[in-house]
């Protein structure tokens, strides 16, 4: 088949190196523009932006795939199908209806849950054991098309959103070659999604990441996994002994389960070096101060003479 191609992250490339190799054929690319990142706040391209030059594909970047002038463009390369993944955009219906095939959307999710641009995140920061990949038909609503094909798998213990993200991308690849396939000879099955069970994953901001030690130990461990490496979860360190303060960022942790109600206020250190939590206690493994390297937690205390009654408080947005 004929394909164009609209995304913009890189959860996405490795579906683009499959489609690369299949049989089908890659016609066009539409990603969105540069963003602005880094210290130098220099604009950089899109990941599939890079991926498509590196590829010699043509592409287009561009804030809005519903103009007229982007809708003529991918026109001119006759697509059967539109394939969509991590795009950032909402596709309008003149856009989904062009293709004979209509359009899919690749979501790392099991929908109906996690309808919504961070659900690999807030399966980890919700405790769910297990997620995997939708791929369904693109529909007014966001996520809400029928379900082609899903694959599951379980969420590790200490497994970070980025180490999801990854794996879920490495998942995502052969189920849409499978899916393209039943697409293309006709056995696909359209099933609709039982609505009633839709759950979302709103879009991440920076001080979703700002800890409140108050919260129980269990839930900012998830969410420590869950923000890794972005937006990240961090706090403002505060030395007893200097009363000097740094903003620190947590990259893993375990829960201590303590007994009886806490002697210290939410947020210290405690005579193990455990952060005192609204419930049972943070054991913190691995941490990156801010302007320095990802490091272990015993290298930060030997760096800064950390000691019990030391605190971490929470950031003020």
Not at 45 to 51: D, F, G, I, Q, S
Not at 210 to 238: M, Q, T, V
Request: aromatic share 6%; glycine share 8%; net charge neutral.
């Amino acid at each position: 088949m004929k394909i164009v191609y609209l995304g913009s992250g890189e959860f996405g490339l490795e579906c683009l190196n499959a489609l690369a190799g299949s049989d089908h054929s890659l016609q066009f690319v539409v990603t969105q523009p540069p963003h602005q990142a880094g210290r130098g706040r220099k604009p950089r391209p899109t990941p599939v932006a890079h991926w498509a030059n590196t590829h010699s594909l043509p592409f287009i970047e561009t804030e809005d795939a519903n103009a007229h002038e982007v809708i003529e463009r991918i026109t001119d390369f006759e697509p059967e199908l539109i394939v969509v993944i991590a795009f950032g955009q909402k596709i309008g219906r003149e856009l989904t209806n062009l293709p004979p095939k209509r359009a899919i959307n690749v979501h790392a999710s099991l929908l109906p849950k996690y309808r919504g641009a961070a659900p690999i995140n807030w399966a980890i920061i919700n405790g769910e054991s297990r997620t995997g990949i939708s791929i369904i038909t693109l529909a007014e609503k966001m996520d809400a098309g029928k379900i082609l094909a899903q694959s599951q798998t379980d969420i590790g213990t200490d497994e970070t959103a980025g180490d999801l993200h990854d794996r879920l991308a490495q998942m995502a690849a052969p189920l849409l070659l499978e899916t393209l396939k039943q697409i293309e000879d006709g056995t696909a099955t359209y099933t609709e999604q039982d609505h009633s069970k839709a759950t979302l994953a709103p879009k991440l901001k920076k001080t979703d990441g700002f800890l409140d030690f108050s919260e129980p130990a269990h839930l900012l461990a998830r969410k420590i996994r869950g923000f890794w490496p972005w937006p990240s979860a961090s706090a403002n360190y505060i030395s007893k002994k200097t009363n000097k303060s740094a903003r620190v960022t947590f990259a893993m942790a375990d829960v201590v389960e303590t007994s009886g109600p806490a002697r210290l206020p939410a947020g210290t250190l405690d005579d193990n070096l455990n952060i005192i939590c609204g419930q049972n206690a943070l054991e913190i493994t691995k941490i990156k101060p801010d302007g320095s390297r990802l490091m272990d937690f015993k290298d930060f205390v030997n760096g800064r003479t950390t000691q019990p009654g030391d605190t971490f408080v929470k950031i003020d947005s």
